[in-house]
């Protein structure tokens, strides 16, 4: 039972069952049950027996000790206990007796050490008592359950010899006593005076706080501590991503330098072959104009020469013949001429090693565990690969083990199933190892890394694998028209220098920030003219082009990076060429424009220049279809109405989908755009939350919940993903842009 509930049913408690009034000098008898003396009295006058007594409650019958007399059974104080706390919970309806004027008040005090109640007017004569300097006494106004408690468990009188107080502290027995209790039953024993115990106790309590307080200091130095290596870790990843950043740029610029010269070595060989085509071509033409010479001469011949003449010897119409034969003899030479055939033989072995291989490895250390061999990074993320540094020196010889020694690395679950789809050990020619694993489940696993099949010191271990989490780092945007300020923003895109730009249904125009949400510049107002939107929707770069699905015009807009109006296609309508209320925009692989013509309920191909190249899907494919996005060779659509994503081929035929209508994991209320993280995981926006999948539509994980607070999200419509991984989210309701990484 609570305090709570117990105060409630107090008056209950505190009152005798025969006389149904509060307890006067409860006595117990041996059945445990207790009734004012004077209660016992009567019914023993009643009874005419001196020496006996019948229990009211259980009728059983008790012989009264002594001469008779009923005061000889025990006091029940635990009923004084709650006689004491009762005035408290009375206070504000009778008011309470003071202990010392007897006048009856409602705003009184309670002492605990004095075991009685002062009024408002007697309380500051027992505060200025030198001897009572270290009561404490409590306004029953701010009494708390705690308090309460105190008074019930407060034994303020001994409870063998009757309204005896305790005087002395019985350090053999650990109980206080009275003067009666100290000649009788502890005589021998050594004695405290209790109230030299009790300031013992309390020194030894403050110095208990005093040592909690110093140890709660060492623990805000060491969180100062914390948040200053949080700082240094930031720092040391910031250096990180600068090295990897110039090491992935040296290996392109190293590619880019193998490809000029594989170009000029292509030029080379062209023009030595075009020079010998060139000769070969010269030397064919002057064959030929002797050919037709000899043909016009032969045919003057055979014109002007009678039969007999044809038949006599003659030099040249010999020369004719033989040529004839000699050419039919050549004829099958003829197709022989050299021809030049350029292909690039592609070095498949090292696009093989790039696809496999990683352009480096993150050397992770911790003081805490970098003592213990076979401990490093205890924490996996499904995922992505989650990492364990291993020592493997020999903890005696303070040796390394040689190259050539075989370490493996095994992840079990509880039930001990292998639970590592895969796992890369890379030798840091230290004596240590990054063993790198990818999990197939979350929760508690157990790592197990072996040197020649014997384990590591400190293996195995557990290791705590997690789902991907995504953390705020950013938000700006406050709701407004002014530059900066953002009202329903839309649709969002990023361009190579991580600009980002912004399509405002509220505000009918496109604004661009940095990457540290800083205002760059804006363009657009509401209308229908040229540069002009009315609900500005998708929005994507494509090299110094900013492209808009501008919704209720019915078109698509083309800008130039700094806003300048460049061109338009579409209008209303349910023609090829036209629109109805579109919504997502994308650019594929061969830099056409995707666009979702939410009314016609299809995906609208177009070329940059606004002319109609094909649909994706027939009548019925979509209910209403809100972004299409290209992804490798797969085309993947969001069906706000079906509630469902859709994936197609490139050609456009319907392969599969995922997802139903629903609030669980995987599961979609109304899915608008999309995006593809680095990770090559599909972010979809879905009514108050970001989820992420697998290209198979398996559930990988999703973004914190609704809210206003950083990394919860209100009505998501759009993703992108800066150069450097981290994820942009705009929010309708909230008016703002967050970003995650």
Same mark, same amino acid.
């Given at each position: 039972?609570? $305090?709570?509930?117990?105060?409630?049913?107090?008056?209950?408690?505190?009152?005798?069952?025969?006389?149904?009034?509060?307890?006067?000098?409860?006595?117990?008898?041996?059945? @445990?049950? %207790?009734?004012?003396?004077?209660?016992?009295?009567?019914?023993?006058?009643?009874?005419?027996?001196?020496?006996?007594?019948?229990?009211?409650?259980?009728?059983?019958?008790?012989?009264?000790?002594?001469?008779?007399?009923?005061?000889?059974?025990?006091?029940?104080?635990?009923?004084? &206990?709650? @006689?004491?706390? @009762?005035?408290?919970?009375?206070?504000?309806?009778?008011?309470?007796?003071?202990?010392?004027?007897?006048?009856?008040?409602?705003?009184?005090?309670?002492?605990?050490?004095?075991?009685?109640?002062?009024?408002?007017?007697?309380? =500051?004569?027992?505060?200025?008592?030198?001897?009572?300097?270290?009561?404490?006494?409590?306004?029953?106004?701010?009494?708390?359950?705690?308090?309460?408690?105190?008074?019930?468990?407060?034994?303020?009188?001994?409870?063998?010899?009757?309204?005896?107080?305790?005087?002395?502290?019985? =350090?053999?027995?650990?109980?206080?006593?009275?003067?009666?209790?100290?000649?009788?039953?502890?005589?021998?024993?050594?004695?405290?005076?209790?109230?030299?115990?009790?300031?013992?106790?309390?020194?030894?309590?403050?110095?208990?706080?005093?040592?909690?307080?110093?140890?709660?200091?060492?623990?805000?130095?060491?969180?100062?501590?914390?948040?200053?290596?949080?700082?240094?870790?930031?720092?040391?990843?910031?250096?990180?991503?600068?090295?990897?950043?110039?090491?992935?740029?040296?290996?392109?610029?190293?590619?880019?330098?193998?490809?000029?010269?594989?170009?000029?070595?292509?030029?080379?060989?062209?023009?030595?072959?075009?020079?010998?085509?060139?000769?070969?071509?010269?030397?064919?033409?002057?064959?030929?104009?002797?050919?037709?010479?000899?043909?016009?001469?032969?045919?003057?011949?055979?014109?002007?020469?009678?039969?007999?003449?044809?038949?006599?010897?003659?030099?040249?119409?010999?020369?004719?013949?033989?040529?004839?034969?000699?050419?039919?003899?050549?004829?099958?030479?003829?197709?022989?001429?050299?021809?030049?055939?350029?292909?690039?033989?592609?070095?498949?072995?090292?696009?093989?090693?790039?696809?496999?291989?990683?352009?480096?490895?993150?050397?992770?250390?911790?003081?805490?565990? #970098?003592?213990?061999?076979?401990?490093?990074?205890?924490?996996?993320?499904?995922?992505?690969?989650?990492?364990?540094?291993?020592?493997?020196?020999?903890?005696?010889? +303070?040796?390394?083990?040689?190259?050539?020694?075989?370490?493996?690395?095994?992840?079990?679950?509880?039930?001990?199933?292998?639970?590592?789809?895969?796992?890369?050990?890379?030798?840091?020619?230290?004596?240590?190892?990054?063993?790198?694993?990818?999990?197939?489940?979350?929760?508690?696993?157990?790592?197990?890394?072996?040197?020649?099949?014997?384990?590591?010191?400190?293996? =195995?271990?557990?290791?705590?694998?997690?789902?991907?989490?995504?953390?705020?780092?950013?938000?700006?945007?406050?709701?407004?028209?002014?530059?900066?300020?953002?009202?329903?923003?839309?649709?969002?895109?990023?361009?190579?220098?991580?600009?980002?730009?912004?399509?405002?249904?509220?505000?009918?125009?496109?604004?661009?920030?940095?990457?540290?949400?800083?205002?760059?510049?804006?363009?657009?107002?509401?209308?229908?003219? +040229?540069?002009?939107?009315?609900?500005?929707?998708?929005?994507?770069?494509?090299?110094?082009?900013?492209?808009?699905?501008?919704?209720?015009?019915?078109?698509?807009?083309?800008?130039?990076?700094?806003?300048?109006?460049?061109?338009?296609?579409?209008?209303?309508?349910?023609?090829?060429?036209?629109?109805?209320?579109?919504?997502?925009?994308?650019?594929?692989?061969?830099?056409?424009?995707?666009?979702?013509?939410?009314?016609?309920?299809?995906?609208?191909?177009? #070329?940059?220049?606004?002319?109609?190249?094909? &649909?994706?899907?027939?009548?019925?494919?979509? %209910?209403?279809?809100?972004?299409?996005?290209?992804?490798?060779?797969?085309?993947?659509?969001?069906?706000?109405?079906?509630?469902? $994503?859709?994936?197609?081929?490139?050609?456009?035929?319907?392969?599969?989908?995922?997802?139903? +209508?629903?609030?669980?994991?995987?599961?979609?209320?109304?899915?608008?755009?999309?995006?593809?993280?680095?990770?090559?995981?599909?972010?979809?926006?879905?009514?108050?939350?970001?989820?992420?999948?697998?290209?198979?539509?398996?559930?990988?994980?999703?973004?914190?919940?609704?809210?206003?607070?950083?990394?919860?999200?209100? %009505?998501?419509?759009?993703?992108?993903?800066?150069?450097?991984?981290?994820?942009?989210?705009?929010?309708?309701?909230?008016?703002?842009?967050? $970003?995650?990484?």
């Amino acid at each position: 039972m609570d $305090i709570k509930t117990f105060l409630d049913n107090i008056h209950e408690q505190a009152c005798c069952p025969v006389c149904i009034t509060r307890f006067t000098n409860p006595k117990q008898l041996p059945c @445990l049950h %207790s009734f004012c003396l004077q209660c016992l009295q009567r019914i023993q006058q009643t009874s005419g027996i001196r020496d006996t007594i019948s229990c009211p409650e259980c009728r059983q019958n008790f012989r009264i000790p002594g001469n008779g007399d009923l005061n000889a059974f025990p006091t029940n104080f635990r009923i004084n &206990s709650l @006689l004491d706390a @009762l005035p408290v919970t009375e206070c504000n309806t009778i008011g309470i007796k003071c202990g010392n004027c007897d006048k009856t008040s409602g705003e009184s005090a309670y002492c605990f050490t004095c075991c009685s109640f002062w009024c408002d007017d007697c309380l =500051p004569l027992h505060n200025r008592v030198k001897t009572f300097k270290e009561h404490h006494a409590l306004a029953l106004k701010d009494f708390r359950d705690e308090d309460f408690e105190t008074i019930l468990k407060q034994p303020t009188l001994c409870g063998k010899h009757e309204k005896k107080k305790h005087k002395f502290f019985c =350090p053999v027995c650990n109980i206080a006593i009275c003067n009666a209790c100290a000649l009788t039953d502890h005589d021998g024993h050594a004695k405290i005076v209790l109230e030299d115990a009790a300031k013992e106790r309390k020194s030894r309590v403050n110095a208990a706080i005093k040592l909690k307080k110093r140890r709660a200091r060492e623990k805000m130095t060491r969180i100062a501590k914390i948040d200053e290596n949080c700082i240094s870790i930031q720092e040391q990843a910031a250096g990180v991503k600068r090295d990897v950043q110039q090491f992935a740029d040296t290996c392109i610029a190293a590619i880019e330098a193998q490809k000029n010269q594989i170009f000029d070595e292509v030029e080379n060989d062209v023009r030595e072959a075009l020079q010998l085509l060139g000769e070969q071509r010269l030397a064919i033409e002057e064959e030929v104009k002797k050919q037709e010479a000899d043909i016009e001469k032969t045919q003057m011949i055979l014109k002007r020469s009678t039969n007999s003449q044809i038949m006599q010897p003659h030099e040249f119409l010999d020369k004719i013949v033989q040529e004839k034969v000699e050419e039919e003899e050549e004829e099958d030479s003829a197709d022989c001429d050299i021809e030049h055939v350029f292909t690039f033989i592609r070095n498949e072995k090292l696009f093989d090693d790039l696809k496999v291989q990683q352009i480096g490895f993150i050397s992770k250390t911790s003081s805490k565990t #970098s003592s213990a061999e076979g401990k490093g990074i205890t924490e996996g993320t499904v995922g992505l690969e989650g990492e364990i540094v291993v020592t493997t020196r020999n903890a005696q010889k +303070q040796q390394c083990y040689h190259e050539h020694d075989r370490v493996t690395l095994e992840i079990r679950n509880r039930e001990g199933r292998d639970s590592a789809i895969k796992s890369q050990i890379q030798d840091n020619k230290d004596g240590t190892y990054k063993l790198r694993y990818f999990a197939k489940e979350t929760g508690t696993c157990q790592a197990s890394v072996k040197v020649n099949g014997k384990h590591v010191h400190g293996s =195995p271990f557990e290791v705590q694998v997690k789902r991907r989490q995504f953390r705020p780092v950013l938000s700006f945007g406050e709701q407004g028209s002014d530059a900066g300020m953002l009202c329903s923003p839309w649709g969002v895109a990023v361009n190579d220098k991580d600009e980002i730009a912004l399509s405002e249904v509220g505000n009918h125009r496109v604004q661009i920030f940095a990457s540290d949400g800083s205002y760059l510049r804006s363009f657009g107002k509401k209308g229908n003219q +040229q540069g002009e939107f009315d609900w500005p929707a998708g929005i994507a770069f494509h090299y110094d082009k900013i492209i808009v699905a501008d919704g209720n015009n019915h078109r698509v807009q083309l800008f130039s990076n700094e806003g300048h109006y460049f061109n338009q296609f579409g209008g209303e309508g349910s023609a090829d060429h036209q629109l109805r209320g579109p919504r997502g925009l994308s650019i594929d692989s061969d830099g056409n424009i995707m666009v979702a013509d939410r009314s016609n309920k299809l995906i609208k191909v177009f #070329s940059l220049d606004g002319r109609f190249l094909r &649909s994706i899907g027939t009548e019925g494919s979509f %209910s209403i279809p809100f972004h299409c996005i290209q992804h490798d060779n797969y085309l993947i659509v969001s069906d706000y109405g079906d509630h469902c $994503i859709k994936v197609f081929n490139r050609e456009g035929a319907f392969l599969y989908k995922f997802g139903k +209508q629903g609030k669980g994991d995987g599961e979609f209320k109304h899915p608008s755009c999309l995006s593809v993280d680095k990770a090559g995981h599909l972010l979809v926006c879905d009514e108050d939350r970001v989820q992420v999948f697998k290209l198979s539509g398996a559930f990988v994980a999703k973004f914190r919940v609704s809210g206003t607070r950083a990394g919860q999200v209100i %009505s998501p419509v759009s993703t992108a993903v800066l150069s450097d991984g981290k994820i942009i989210v705009t929010e309708y309701n909230n008016h703002r842009v967050q $970003i995650f990484e």
